[in-house]
């Protein structure tokens, strides 16, 4: 009986902190198969980044819950709060990591009202342990909603890191460059896996199914595009010979990581 009450006070904490420990160990594994170019390992990041914050998300429905005083009722429905916290939880999977205190808000936004309307009656009010849980997992839930959101980031973040070890933002640059000078107008973009030196395929990682690149030249700032990985994901770098930094997507998605230095641009995308 003594650990079934402890289990029923504080089951949903533990589970927010192992949400919260296994979306480290994400963060931290995506750096690892950015620095390796292995697109396809940070898909498997992609799906194990919405199983946490799910488990994240229903650990602060309970924890609302068992303060509030009331069971799960399967029949009834799902409720308001459970179905804020889904969709809380899946922005997590959006990489718009620089908007978590909107999150850290939105999630403790009915503990703050519950503090504030609650009904006067002493016995009517939940413990401060049980309060205290509920803001527990809160701030539980919100780091663990910023690092899943930031693992697209730290791909590319370690995949600008091996970049720099491996070959140099310079060198790559004037590569890209004496290709763009050689290519002529009309000419088939591609460049073939078979054409690309030695040290741009080693530089692209192992083979995952799909791996070349091209020149594109529309628009007055030419460029050279390299893709690795599978056909349906794989990382994009894109070369300018020109050192003018770019940012083409808004602050709050995430983007400071895409250009680790001027003239790299690093994404994701598929085909």
């Known amino acids: 009986m003594k650990w079934k009450r402890i289990w029923h006070d504080w089951g949903w904490t533990a589970v927010a902190v192992a949400a919260c ?15 390796g170019a292995n697109a396809l390992g940070l898909l498997a990041c992609h799906f194990a980044r919405f199983f946490v914050l799910i488990f994240a998300g ?9 303060a509030a005083g009331k069971e799960t009722n399967a029949a009834a429905g799902p409720t308001v709060l459970e179905i804020a916290c889904v969709v809380l939880s899946l922005t ?5 990591y620089p908007v978590w205190p909107v999150i850290l808000v939105l999630s403790a936004l ?11 009656p002493v016995e009517k009010r939940p413990s401060s342990i049980a309060m205290a849980r509920v803001g527990i997992i809160i701030l539980l839930f919100t780091l ?22 491996r ?3 310079e060198k790559l640059r004037d590569w890209a460059g004496h290709v763009i000078a050689a290519h002529k107008p009309g000419q088939p973009p591609p460049l073939e896996r078979e054409a690309l030196p030695d040290w741009v395929d080693d530089l692209l990682g192992p083979f995952q199914g799909v791996r070349g690149g091209g020149v594109e030249d529309y ?24 050192e003018v930094r770019r940012h083409p997507m808004p602050w709050w998605m995430g983007d400071d990581a895409a250009e680790p230095q001027p003239g790299i641009h690093l994404s994701t995308g598929g085909k």
């Open 58 to 66: 229903l650990a602060v429905v309970s924890a609302y819950k068992s």
């Open 219 to 242: 628009g007055n700032d030419p460029h050279v595009t390299l893709y690795t990985g599978g056909s349906a994901y794989h990382f994009q770098i894109r070369i300018y010979p020109s």
């Open 110 to 120: 009915p503990l703050v009202l519950a503090l504030l309307f609650w009904p006067r």
């Open 92 to 96: 997590g999977c959006l990489g718009f």
């Open 144 to 165: 663990s909603w910023y690092l899943c959101s930031s693992v697209p980031s730290q791909a590319l973040r370690g995949l600008g890191a091996r970049i720099e070890e």
């Open 21 to 35: 420990l296994a979306a480290l160990l994400l963060y931290t594994r995506a750096w690892h198969v950015g620095f």
């Open 167 to 169: 070959v140099g933002t």
